[in-house]
Nanobody, 124 residues
Framework: QVRLVESGGGPVQAGGSLTLSCAAS???????MGWFRQAAGKEREAVAS???????VYADSVKGRFTISRDNAKRTLTLQMDSLKPEDTAMYYC???????????????????WGQGTQVTVSS
């Protein structure tokens, strides 16, 4: 059984930093992991993703500010968020799929496994 549990969200002022973590069980090795977010009243959007080899991709809106990483030994996915902006306010979700699954990294429907989410609120 696959389980993803996010932590690390909370309130922060603009310009500040937060680190989100996702603890995975049932799946980690040989998987593509990703972070998505959904702001109130908006569609869910991809933030960043990392494949089983450690190659990373980012949405243009967070490039240069966010860093995704994975620790295979600890089965943990991390999103380091720096220079946060009010528009980064959203519920952040960890997602996973097996590496053999087709679909763009930003396609949320290609990820069958999701965490419950952690709220990030950035105040100006």
């Amino acid at each position: 059984q696959v389980r993803l549990v996010e932590s690390g969200g909370g309130p922060v002022q603009a310009g500040g930093s937060l680190t989100l973590s996702c603890a995975a069980s049932g799946l980690f090795y040989g998987s593509r992991m990703g972070w998505f977010r959904q702001a109130a009243g908006k569609e869910r959007e991809a933030v960043a993703s990392i494949d089983s080899a450690g190659r990373t991709v980012y949405a243009d809106s967070v490039k240069g500010r966010f860093t995704i990483s994975r620790d295979n030994a600890k089965r943990t996915l991390t999103l380091q968020m720096d220079s946060l902006k009010p528009e980064d306010t959203a519920m952040y979700y960890c997602a996973a799929r097996w590496s053999g699954v087709s679909g763009a990294w930003y396609s949320d429907v290609s990820y069958p496994y999701w965490g419950q989410g952690t709220q990030v609120t950035v105040s100006s």
